[in-house]
Nanobody, 121 residues
Framework: QVQLVESGGGLVQPGGSLRLSCVASGSIFSMYVMGWYRQIPGKQRELVATVFSDGSTNYGASVKGRFTISRDKDKNTVYLQMNNLKPEDTAVYYC???????????????WGQGTQVTVSS
């Protein structure tokens, strides 16, 4: 069993910044991908950013140039630095992790419980 716990959400004014953190714990041998997704009520969950074990990253089109994902592999932690926030960034942000319990073991995928980010004046 793996747990992902997010922190860092809150209320911020347009143009402001927030940093989200997500710590993965439990039976983890290797984390292949960690990432952030977001969801607005009534809409599908969408990709924000992912970071792979080799350090490569992928961003959703709406956040490119404003958000930066990073990862501490030793701590199984992923961060999302969000700058120049806009009201349309308001959503629940979910952490996601994809990995294995042991070498060459089956892949699993887990979600965190989500953290609310509200951008409003």
């Amino acid at each position: 069993q793996v747990q992902l716990v997010e922190s860092g959400g809150g209320l911020v004014q347009p143009g402001g910044s927030l940093r989200l953190s997500c710590v993965a714990s439990g039976s983890i041998f290797s984390m292949y991908v960690m990432g952030w997704y977001r969801q607005i009520p009534g809409k599908q969950r969408e990709l924000v950013a992912t970071v792979f074990s080799d350090g490569s990253t992928n961003y959703g089109a709406s956040v490119k140039g404003r958000f930066t994902i990073s990862r501490d592999k030793d701590k199984n932690t992923v961060y999302l630095q969000m700058n120049n926030l806009k009201p349309e960034d308001t959503a629940v942000y979910y952490c996601n992790g994809d990995g294995t319990d042991y070498k060459d073991g089956p892949r699993w995928n887990y979600w965190g419980q989500g953290t609310q980010v509200t951008v409003s004046s």
